[in-house]
């Protein structure tokens, strides 16, 4: 993601009046807004820009398609705006890596506040050399030294356990999809972790980090997604 004074927010809605009204919003905030009307160009713009509002509902192309297509090739934020409110679609959404889901009608206010919770959380994300800590202390992560510390408790974890810790840190909150996990922890074997595998670390991972179990479960099940860090990170 690129860091700049005024992040960039991507609308992405065939529909002219939502994009306006979202425009005025976000520029009321602050923000530089870009617009798409279509897949196509939201692809074309998505590399420039720090944050997507993804409607699903497109004319050239399924938003699922498009939000896929993101979470491979990049690591701008989705927050997806869709007509539908059920929970499979929610699971589906979640699944595709978005960062939060958002129905129709909404209130562009509510949809503001989300934008500036979830670029809170990106631009926060773990880089190389940085200690941070989470939980109010619960929990502390150095990912140069790659040493993680539970209530005052070294704990030792191998590499993909680590690998697999540093991702759920770097977005406290978001959930990310087994698929997702994977491509961050490859095993102490380079090369062919899979989803069952990513199970089984963290089913290690829990184990490690709650026994004893000092403190509330750090990593969460979200059903039929995946899971997240259970704790914030400290301020």
């Known amino acids: 993601m690129r860091t700049m004074v005024a992040p960039v927010i991507l609308v992405v809605d065939d529909e002219t009046k939502i994009r306006q009204l979202l425009r005025s919003y976000l520029e009321r905030e602050g923000y530089t807004v870009l617009e798409a009307a279509s897949g196509g160009e939201a692809l074309e713009l998505a590399a420039t820009v720090d944050l997507v509002i993804l409607d699903l509902r497109l004319p050239d192309r399924p938003g699922h398609d498009i939000a896929r297509h993101l979470r491979r ?7 997806m705006l869709t007509a539908r409110a059920g929970e499979a679609d929610r699971i589906a959404g979640l699944r595709l890596g978005a960062d939060d889901y958002v129905t129709k009608p909404f209130s562009p206010g509510e949809l503001v ?3 500036t919770a979830v670029l809170r959380r990106a631009t926060g994300e773990s880089t190389p050399g940085a200690a941070h800590s989470f939980g109010g202390g619960a929990l502390r992560i150095d990912t140069q030294r790659r040493e993680v510390v539970v209530d005052d408790r070294p704990v030792v974890l191998t590499r993909s356990e680590f690998d ?6 770097g977005r406290p909150g978001r959930v990310w999809s087994r698929h997702e996990l994977a491509r961050r922890a490859r095993g102490e074997r380079d090369g062919d972790t899979d989803e069952r595998t990513i199970d089984a670390h963290v089913k290690n991972l829990r184990r490690k980090l709650d026994d004893p179990p000092a403190v509330a479960r750090l ?4 059903a039929g997604v995946g899971y997240k860090l259970g704790v914030d990170r400290d301020a």
């Open 73 to 79: 090739s990049t690591d701008v934020p989705v927050i």
């Open 113 to 115: 506040a989300r934008v």
């Open 164 to 169: 697999l810790l540093a991702a759920l840190a």
């Open 219 to 222: 990593v969460e099940t979200v």
